[in-house]
């Protein structure tokens, strides 16, 4: 089923509002990603205007960035700690925006979109 992004049907008072067009592709939306702890494995997919986007379906590896030596490496991601969205993600281990994972440089935020992005950024706290 598709996600449809535009003006419900209904006014705030609960009264019906007259449709004054049909809905829009451009209206739509998709189903989050639910990017989890796994081997790599991404997806392309076709966005607006014919351009490509690579949705990140697993991912086991994360580019940490270490704030005090000021560099960045490559280090795997061992589990999901902490995870503002949802915490019902922690269990599941979910990869999303904001969430605080374990590697194996340390405790990291997640900084980039992997449901977007198609590649998991983070900052060690």
């Known amino acids: 089923m598709t996600i449809f992004q535009g003006k419900g049907r209904k006014k705030e008072t609960g009264g019906k509002l007259k449709q004054s067009r049909a809905k829009r592709r451009y209206e739509l939306g998709r189903e989050p990603t639910m990017t989890r702890i796994g081997e790599d494995s991404r997806k392309v997919q076709r966005g607006y205007g014919g351009n490509t986007k690579a949705i990140l379906m697993l991912g086991s590896e994360a580019n940490v960035y270490d704030p005090k030596s000021k560099s960045t490496k490559k280090a795997k991601?061992?589990?999901?700690?902490?995870?503002?969205?949802?915490?019902?993600?922690?269990?599941?281990?979910?990869?999303?925006?904001?969430?605080?994972?374990?590697?194996e440089a340390g405790e990291a935020r997640i900084t980039s979109r992997p449901g977007q992005d198609g590649i998991i950024n983070a900052v060690l706290l």
């Open 77 to 103: 991601i061992v589990t999901v700690k902490e995870n503002p969205a949802n915490p019902h993600y922690v269990q599941r281990n979910i990869l999303n925006r904001g969430t605080v994972i374990r590697t």
